[in-house]
């Protein structure tokens, strides 16, 4: 009997796992692209405002998150974790593919911007319920004293998807010229998450529902419900800010700012945030691991304390006109602070709530802080450049935030050896 358990959940736990590359591979890839998109469906007097247009139309995929999560975590909370996981995944692999496909602004003019805003729009109401759907089944899913392992596959698949998009990107880039990327090598990485979506969502119809929610007792929601599933998803906002900002500047925003700051060229600038997020790839289930084994808080501060010291110096290494070894090393040292969050994140932000209430507001509240501090973290970082001058105040965005999680961290209580309500 424990093996077939054991068995059934290392298959569902692979299938989210497998889905959520794919996911975050169509969600990450448009940010990969953003200097090409810029020219192709933003063209502006100027090629920062054209790239803050791109920017902006990746923030909006962020703006409808919140309400992804509300009504994708609600269905997870009344049809199952799976029906929610089937959802998002068709979602996304929609509105990557009409990326692929849209005529650019020389075709047909502003139809083509728009176009690129309503399929940003159906892959962040997809993004939504996705973050918060998959932490919830794979959670749900682990043993007594491993959620800590268990919950950072759920980060190691999102950095998956995001070394996976940086990875077909930069292959793009290096295996054509320019010309060829600019006219139509573009498309590549687009069409082919449209091709791989379908593969991830046979993937997800196969999987078992978790026996958490298979326990629980169907029933009405409550006024109750809502005044605790409210109060616990404003914890889960500020739980998310620094794990937000840092995750959308070192690693979503960084090959932009090594292209136009550092003057790499941009296949070196995405083969340097490749390695970065490999490197997270490694580091992040050790951490779950550690917070098993001595609790999420003391990783989670110190994650904190390391993005309020690292990210000043770092990107003021990288402007001192380093080496592409340097940048790697700065790139990975950052990588690895943001590990140490995402480790135990997943599983101490879903121990914060019953079991009756996860998705949903889990969903609700990580989603609201990625959709105003991460979401829009590539834009702000570029608009704080260009109005202040100085091409460190990204590092400031970062250590600011860092700053407001810890004040949270430090009044949540230690959940590692609690059992799932």
């Known amino acids: 009997m424990q093996a077939q358990v054991r068995s059934t959940r290392s298959r569902a736990v692979a299938a989210a796992v497998a889905g959520n590359v794919l996911e975050w591979y169509d969600f990450a890839v448009y940010a990969y692209m953003a200097t090409v998109l810029a020219k192709k469906f933003f063209p502006a007097g100027s090629e920062v405002t054209a790239l803050l247009a791109t920017f902006a139309a990746f923030g909006v995929g962020f703006v409808v998150r919140p309400l992804g999560g509300i009504l994708i975590g ?3 909370d009344v049809k199952g974790r799976k029906a929610a996981l089937l959802a998002t995944i068709a979602l996304m692999a929609l509105g990557t593919v009409l990326i692929g496909v849209i005529p650019t602004y020389r075709d047909i003019g502003l139809a083509a911007p728009a176009l690129v ?42 950095a998956g998807g995001l070394l996976l998009g940086s990875g077909v990107a930069a292959g793009v880039n290096t295996l054509l010229t320019p010309q ?45 419900d809502i005044a605790t599933g409210s109060r616990l998803a404003g914890r889960a906002f500020g739980f998310t800010v620094v794990w937000t900002v840092a995750y959308y500047v070192i690693l979503t925003y960084m090959p932009t700012f090594l292209q136009r700051q550092v003057h790499l060229p941009r296949e070196q600038a995405l083969w340097a945030s490749s390695i970065g997020l490999l490197i997270l790839i490694l580091v992040t289930p050790l951490a779950g691991h550690l917070s098993d084994r001595y609790g999420r808080k003391p990783l989670l501060l110190a994650s904190c304390a390391a993005l309020v010291i690292l990210p ?23 990588c690895v602070a943001v590990a140490l969050y995402s480790g135990p994140g997943p599983a101490a932000i879903a121990e914060m709530f019953p079991t009756r209430l996860r998705s949903t507001w889990m969903s609700t509240g990580y989603s609201l802080a990625v959709t105003l501090f991460g979401g829009f973290a590539p834009f702000v970082a570029t608009w704080l450049i260009a109005r202040t001058g100085d091409p ?19 009044g949540m209580q230690e959940t590692a050896r609690k059992a799932l309500e």
Do not use: H, K, N
């Open 312 to 334: 000043y110096p770092a990107f003021r290494l990288l402007l001192s006109g380093v080496t592409l070894t340097s940048v790697v090393l700065v790139q990975s040292a950052l």
């Open 117 to 158: 805003f309503a399929a940003r729009l159906m892959q962040g109401f997809s993004a939504g319920g996705e973050w918060g759907g998959s932490t919830a089944f794979i959670v749900e899913w682990a043993p007594d004293g491993q959620r800590g392992l268990y919950g950072s596959l759920q980060q190691c698949s999102v």
């Open 392 to 410: 460190l105040a990204p590092s400031y965005y970062v250590m600011a935030a860092a700053v407001v999680t810890t004040l949270v961290i430090a």
């Open 74 to 76: 609600r269905l997870g």
């Open 180 to 224: 060829a990327v600019d006219e139509w090598g573009w498309r590549v990485p687009f069409l082919l998450g449209g091709l791989i979506g379908p593969v991830g969502l046979y993937m997800r119809r196969t999987i078992e529902e978790t026996p958490s929610f298979a326990r629980l007792p169907q029933t009405e929601a409550r006024p109750a």
